[in-house]
């Protein structure tokens, strides 16, 4: 829960007058709250019901947060926001899970996998067998430096962003088909986050909506 806590915190920024947007933190405790049920119940329908929006709601409010600056800015804001922290975390989990957690349960997953993936960040809980929450850390950081660029590369027809949700949306799925009918994972979240940007795009075009005036 901490992992998650930490990617909830990366994606919140202050309003205008230095305080919280208190509709957008309920409605990520809200989130929270999904996503933890997701994970216990064993109801088949609910399960699939929950999975289709409750991930996705972090990123389409993390895109309404989205602000324009020099490349080398951006990178390095959310770097430090997202990939620090990621590799914190991810450090302290797998020592974890190196020393007690893997020998108490039946894990056919090797060490050096698991150390070697906390670098390649490919997704799936068995790449992520020590801290399966580590995954939306990265995938986040992805999302948004492709956002970046097609944020950019739109910049004289801005008409043209609002279309980035649906085109993102369909190219990450057929590239998670690919994926997945090979049977493989790509690194750096790429099948993940490629779909996840559709969410950010559509968080940045809802920005008026989220966000109003601030």
């Given at each position: 829960m901490k992992t998650v806590r930490t990617a909830i915190s990366s994606i919140q920024r202050p309003n205008a007058e230095?305080?919280?947007?208190?509709?957008?933190?309920a409605l990520?405790?809200?989130?929270?709250?999904?996503?933890?049920?997701?994970?216990?119940?064993?109801?088949?329908?609910?399960?699939?019901?929950l999975y289709s929006?409750?991930?996705?709601?972090?990123?389409i409010i993390s895109g309404a947060f989205f602000k324009s600056r020099p490349f080398t800015d951006f990178a390095r804001r959310r770097?430090?926001?997202?990939?620090i922290p990621y590799l914190a975390f991810a450090?302290?989990?797998?020592?974890?899970w190196l020393v007690?957690?893997?020998?108490?349960?039946?894990?056919?997953?090797?060490?050096?996998?698991?150390?070697?993936?906390?670098?390649?960040?490919?997704?799936?809980s068995d790449a992520y067998s020590q801290n399966a929450a580590l995954w939306f850390l990265p995938a986040l950081f992805v999302a948004e430096n492709f956002f970046y660029w097609m944020y950019a590369a739109t910049e004289r027809c801005p008409k043209v962003?609002?279309?980035?949700?649906?085109?993102?949306?369909?190219?990450?799925?057929?590239?998670?088909r690919a994926v997945n009918s090979i049977g493989i994972r790509l690194p750096f979240m790429l099948d993940v986050a490629l779909l996840a940007v559709a969410w950010y795009s559509l968080g940045f075009c809802l920005k008026p909506l989220l966000l109003g005036s601030l």
């Open positions: 230095g305080g919280r947007i208190e509709y957008l933190d990520k405790g809200i989130g929270i709250l999904l996503i933890v049920l997701g994970h216990v119940t064993r109801f088949e329908p609910l399960v699939e019901f929006f409750h991930v996705p709601v972090f990123f770097f430090r926001a997202l990939l450090a302290l989990s797998t020592l974890y007690i957690e893997r020998r108490f349960r039946d894990d056919p997953i090797s060490p050096l996998s698991v150390v070697a993936n906390v670098f390649l960040m490919s997704g799936g962003r609002f279309a980035l949700p649906a085109a993102s949306y369909f190219f990450g799925m057929a590239i998670e």
